[in-house]
Structures are given as structure tokens and as C-alpha cells.
């Protein structure tokens, strides 16, 4: 086969996270569901941990075809959905109005954190279009933003203070940013070491860094196994659960203030589309992945979240 993942890559023998040498096979001959790209890749998982990976470690550059320009989502123009939840998580957050935090507090568990600070220094990894950094430049604050794969900058995200380069080239100063966000980020860096030592490096001491990841110890990952929308598979490398990502973290010297765990409708509509693409070979489900089945999918959500079994998870740490 075409792109055997053993032909492209590093096998892992010991457990990334823990370096443990018990490891087992999870799911084997996991395909692209997302958007169909050639390759197969099985998934590992710690015994000590429960850390779960890729067996085969991929770089940059043998990733760049999975995340195909002119339809990988994070390029589009902004889904007026997510623009509108973002836009209502910033404004919850910036505690402007008290009524209108008196309405959606019971929707809060699921709204987007944003730390609203004027003048504050923010930098987002792996921004894609911007759609966040510009919400916080709304609320006066400093942008920066890396974002590695993706067409030319346009100039309004040049504006943002978007570069299209990896971390390992970024130059940025020791103790810069007050927030840094990496919001479904870090399960797709192969280099994670490098990623989280720059983190540490260039927030200023007090910082919050602010990490949201799939959960790998979640209802729905449990009910779709390998179709579960957080595997993501081969644009997600590693996947986390609560304990092991707060494990790794403390490694790098961060301080764990928080941990949300919370439930997305994109979580729910997307494991059914993966499922729906596995067992027909296609991509095509448009009342699936419509936004219509995304509001019905709300009050599951919601639910989810505050039985604390949601699919994602947001780790605010400091230094
Ligand atoms: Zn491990």
C-alpha cells in the first residue's frame, strides 16, 4: 500500500509520555476519515499511563498532505457558528454585562475560555485563519499567532501578527506573553518536547497557558472507539486523558491551576460522521456535519459536560 506508515516513519518502543516499555495495540489499520488521504496507522496505548499514540512518529513534513489547504476546516472562512459561539464566549467572558452572564451561565461549562485583559499580550499556536486572535484584538489586546501549514497570509492575518512558521523557527523573547492558547493544538505537534519548553519559555512568569485537547477517558470515546472524532487520525499523533497530560506538563515546570472537562455538539456530529465514513467509504453527510444538527446536539452536549464525561478537556497552567 501506498504511504504504509511504516515506510514514512520512527517506531515508538517505549511510551512517549512515561517512557514505560508495556505498551499494547488499541485500534490497527486506522485510515484518514476526515478527508480520505492514503495510509494506515495502528494505535498504541501505554499500560502504565494510558497515553495513547501513533506507532509510527511522523514529521512535519511527511504530515503537510494530511491537512489539505483548500479544505482543511481551520483555513476556511469563519463557520458563522463558530464565530458566533466564539464571539458570545469572549463577551461572557469579558464580564461586561451582568444580565447577560446571569442568561448563559448555565451554558457556560461549554463556552470557549478567553482571558479579556486590555493591552495584555496573547499568542495562539496553531491559529489557522485567526478567527480567535482577532476576537482578542477586539478587546484591545496584542496578537501574535504561528501557524505552520496553510496558503499565503492574507493581510488581514498579517495584521494579527500571524507567521507561517514552525515553533522551532520562531523568535520570539523569553517571558513575552501574558496567555498563550494552543486550542486543539498539541495532539497534532509531533515534537512536543520543543513545543511546550518554548511555552514555558515565552510566557512571562504569572502567565496562564491554556491547553484544550481531546479526552481520551470520555463517554463518547468509550461509545464510538476507534471512530471517536478526537483520534482524528494521522493529523492526531498522541492523545491524552486528564491525569497524564497533568503528569507531562509538570515535567516542563508548569503549574496546574485548572482542569474543565467539557462535551462539544462537533464531538457528537463528527464521531457519527466518522462512523457513517468507515463502514461506507464516504465523506459525503451533509445533515451530519450540518449546524442544524449541531444545535440539536447542544442539550446532549451540555449534559455530558456537567457529568464531567466530555471528549474534551482545557488545562490552565501557570510558571
Ligand atoms: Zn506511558
Same mark, same amino acid.
Given at each position: 500500500m501506498e504511504n504504509k506508515a511504516e515506510a514514512i516513519g520512527i517506531k515508538w518502543k517505549n511510551c512517549p509520555l512515561c517512557k514505560n516499555k508495556? !505498551?499494547? @495495540?488499541?485500534?490497527? =489499520?486506522?485510515g484518514d476519515k476526515g478527508y480520505f488521504i492514503n495510509g494506515k496507522f495502528d494505535l498504541i496505548e501505554c499500560q502504565n499511563c494510558k497515553f495513547e499514540f501513533l506507532s509510527y512518529l511522523l514529521n512535519e513534513k511527511q504530515l503537510a498532505k494530511y491537512y489539505p489547504s483548500e479544505d482543511y476546516y481551520s483555513f476556511y472562512n469563519y463557520n458563522p457558528l463558530a464565530l458566533k459561539y466564539h464571539k458570545l464566549s469572549a463577551y461572557y467572558h469579558s464580564k461586561k454585562t451582568f444580565l447577560f452572564n446571569f442568561v448563559f451561565f448555565p451554558l457556560s461549562p461549554i463556552l470557549y475560555k478567553y482571558y479579556i485583559k486590555q493591552d495584555a499580550n496573547v499568542l495562539e499556536i496553531g491559529c489557522g485563519n485567526g478567527m480567535k486572535l482577532e476576537i482578542y484584538r477586539k478587546y484591545g489586546m496584542k496578537t501574535a499567532g504561528i501557524e505552520p501549514y496553510g496558503p499565503g497570509l492574507a493581510e488581514k492575518e498579517k495584521v494579527l501578527g500571524i507567521e507561517r512558521i514552525s515553533v522551532k523557527d520562531a523568535k520570539y523573547k523569553e517571558n513575552s506573553f501574558d496567555f498563550i492558547v494552543l486550542k486543539e493544538v498539541l495532539e497534532h505537534v *509531533? =515534537?512536543?518536547?520543543? @513545543? @511546550?519548553? #518554548?511555552? $514555558?519559555k515565552w510566557m512571562k512568569p504569572g502567565g496562564r497557558f491554556i491547553i484544550t485537547? *481531546? =479526552? !481520551?477517558?470520555s463517554f463518547l470515546c #468509550?461509545? $464510538?472507539?476507534?471512530?471517536? $472524532?478526537?483520534?482524528?487520525v494521522p493529523r492526531h499523533l498522541y492523545n491524552y486523558n486528564p491525569e497524564n497530560l497533568s503528569f507531562f506538563l509538570k515535567k516542563f515546570g508548569f503549574k496546574i491551576i485548572r482542569i474543565k472537562l467539557y462535551e462539544m455538539p462537533y464531538m457528537l456530529d463528527g464521531s457519527l460522521k466518522f462512523h457513517i465514513a468507515r463502514k461506507t467509504g464516504k465523506k459525503e453527510h451533509e445533515f451530519i456535519f450540518s449546524n442544524f444538527a449541531k444545535i440539536a446536539a447542544t442539550p446532549i452536549a451540555l449534559m455530558l459536560t456537567y457529568l464531567k464525561r466530555g471528549s474534551l478537556m482545557e488545562i490552565e497552567c501557570t510558571k
Amino acid at each position: 500500500m501506498e504511504n504504509k506508515a511504516e515506510a514514512i516513519g520512527i517506531k515508538w518502543k517505549n511510551c512517549p509520555l512515561c517512557k514505560n516499555k508495556k !505498551t499494547s @495495540l488499541k485500534y490497527k =489499520n486506522m485510515g484518514d476519515k476526515g478527508y480520505f488521504i492514503n495510509g494506515k496507522f495502528d494505535l498504541i496505548e501505554c499500560q502504565n499511563c494510558k497515553f495513547e499514540f501513533l506507532s509510527y512518529l511522523l514529521n512535519e513534513k511527511q504530515l503537510a498532505k494530511y491537512y489539505p489547504s483548500e479544505d482543511y476546516y481551520s483555513f476556511y472562512n469563519y463557520n458563522p457558528l463558530a464565530l458566533k459561539y466564539h464571539k458570545l464566549s469572549a463577551y461572557y467572558h469579558s464580564k461586561k454585562t451582568f444580565l447577560f452572564n446571569f442568561v448563559f451561565f448555565p451554558l457556560s461549562p461549554i463556552l470557549y475560555k478567553y482571558y479579556i485583559k486590555q493591552d495584555a499580550n496573547v499568542l495562539e499556536i496553531g491559529c489557522g485563519n485567526g478567527m480567535k486572535l482577532e476576537i482578542y484584538r477586539k478587546y484591545g489586546m496584542k496578537t501574535a499567532g504561528i501557524e505552520p501549514y496553510g496558503p499565503g497570509l492574507a493581510e488581514k492575518e498579517k495584521v494579527l501578527g500571524i507567521e507561517r512558521i514552525s515553533v522551532k523557527d520562531a523568535k520570539y523573547k523569553e517571558n513575552s506573553f501574558d496567555f498563550i492558547v494552543l486550542k486543539e493544538v498539541l495532539e497534532h505537534v *509531533p =515534537n512536543q518536547k520543543l @513545543l @511546550l519548553e #518554548r511555552c $514555558f519559555k515565552w510566557m512571562k512568569p504569572g502567565g496562564r497557558f491554556i491547553i484544550t485537547v *481531546p =479526552n !481520551t477517558d470520555s463517554f463518547l470515546c #468509550r461509545l $464510538f472507539k476507534q471512530d471517536w $472524532f478526537g483520534y482524528d487520525v494521522p493529523r492526531h499523533l498522541y492523545n491524552y486523558n486528564p491525569e497524564n497530560l497533568s503528569f507531562f506538563l509538570k515535567k516542563f515546570g508548569f503549574k496546574i491551576i485548572r482542569i474543565k472537562l467539557y462535551e462539544m455538539p462537533y464531538m457528537l456530529d463528527g464521531s457519527l460522521k466518522f462512523h457513517i465514513a468507515r463502514k461506507t467509504g464516504k465523506k459525503e453527510h451533509e445533515f451530519i456535519f450540518s449546524n442544524f444538527a449541531k444545535i440539536a446536539a447542544t442539550p446532549i452536549a451540555l449534559m455530558l459536560t456537567y457529568l464531567k464525561r466530555g471528549s474534551l478537556m482545557e488545562i490552565e497552567c501557570t510558571k
